[in-house]
């Protein structure tokens, strides 16, 4: 399974950015997609996820309300749509997948990852 993340750039406080993630390759009937972020000097943390048919997804509390994690089943397409973005959401971003069913925020349970998109807001 190979994932590609992109989509990322340099926005103004407030402004909005969506995030693409591309999975290709060997793919599983259920699994899960996430996004995580890891900002400078600090370690990775979960942002979103939502089971690949869509039945259930969960954020971080502090995305909440303005982030919307999305996908488009027909292009093997992940999206996180970010509005509202605040200088603390400055950090690069990875999409990871896991196989099944079970949703969950903790890294170690997925499997693959894309090697991230840096997003930049200023103040």
């Known amino acids: 399974v190979q994932l590609q993340a992109f989509g990322g750039g340099l926005v103004q406080a407030g402004g909005s950015l969506r995030l693409s993630c591309a999975v290709s390759g060997r793919t599983f009937h259920y699994y899960v997609v996430a996004w995580f972020r890891q900002a400078p000097g600090k370690e990775r943390e979960f942002v979103a996820h939502?089971?690949?048919?869509?039945?259930?997804?969960l954020y971080s509390d502090s995305v909440k309300g303005r982030f919307t994690i999305s996908r488009d089943n027909a292009r093997n397409t992940v999206f996180l749509q970010m509005n509202n973005l605040k200088p603390e959401d400055t950090a690069v971003y990875y999409c990871?997948?896991?196989?099944?069913?079970?949703?969950?925020?903790?890294?170690?349970?997925?499997?693959?990852w894309g090697q991230g998109t840096q997003v930049t807001v200023s103040s």
């Open positions: 990871a997948v896991k196989q099944g069913r079970v949703v969950t925020a903790t890294q170690k349970s997925y499997t693959y």
């Open positions: 939502s089971s690949w048919i869509g039945d259930s997804t």
